[in-house]
């Protein structure tokens, strides 16, 4: 099947540190991918669609300055958690998919903020 | 309100079968995902349904019946390495994916 690469997988950061997470899809183009967020046994959180060449969508809640978007080609998102905090430790996973049937998902990056 | 509903735990015996319901409520219906979270993971893709009927794949089948807003997942001669999180998503008219919070599947010897 198609490949979702994500990276950092763990990251640690100082608190009011910028984090940068990207989001590659390695055998298909992917015009738009997904932004989830989730915390410890809870369900993912989408907070953003990420479309090439364009602004992210962002949803309801969720800061656009904090949590910038830029899908510059159309095998690239990333994400950063700017200014980050110690409430934005989370798992961050993004996805992609090659129709709707299908959403592959990046391994995910585990982020603590100390 | 869009709304998925799904058990939040459930435990099961290595080597049985184990249904795993999942009810919503949404605007519009493109059809319904099952996924496969192992704790720290990301979620891998198990099945789509999106006409009535049952469909199997391997271990593995998924229901769906869209006039009463069901699905279900069923997992047979459960090994060790099913226990996971479970996850029922819905994609709506606008194509996007409504999440449940996910059910927690333990197995025992």
């Known amino acids: 099947g198609a490949v979702v690469s994500q990276h950092p997988s763990r990251v640690i950061c100082k608190s009011g540190t910028s984090v940068k997470i990207e989001c590659r899809s390695l055998?298909?183009?992917?015009?738009?991918m997904f932004w989830y967020r989730q915390f410890p046994k809870q369900s993912l959180m989408l907070m953003a669609t990420s479309n090439e060449g364009s602004k992210a969508t962002y949803e309801q809640g969720v800061e656009k300055d904090k949590f910038l978007i830029n899908h510059a080609s159309l095998t690239l998102s990333t994400l950063t958690v700017t200014s980050a905090h110690p409430e934005d430790s989370s798992f961050y996973i993004c996805?992609?998919?090659?129709?709707?049937?299908?959403?592959?998902f990046g391994q995910g990056t585990r982020l603590t903020v100390v | 309100g869009q709304n998925i509903d799904q058990p939040t735990e459930m435990t099961a015996t290595e080597g049985a079968i184990v249904q795993i319901n999942c009810t919503y409520q949404t605007s519009g219906f493109n059809g319904l995902f099952w996924y496969q979270q192992h704790a720290g993971e990301a979620p891998t893709f198990l099945s789509y349904?999106?006409l009535d009927g049952l469909e199997e794949k391997g271990r593995f089948s998924s229901f769906l019946s869209r006039s009463k807003g069901y699905s279900y997942l069923l997992l047979k001669e459960l090994q060790m390495k099913d226990s996971a999180s479970y996850l029922c998503a819905v994609m709506d008219s606008n194509y996007q994916l409504i999440w449940g919070a996910g059910t927690k599947l333990i197995i025992k010897p």
């Open positions: 996805s992609a998919g090659k129709g709707i049937t299908e959403a592959f």
């Open positions: 349904n999106v």
């Open positions: 055998d298909f183009q992917a015009t738009t």
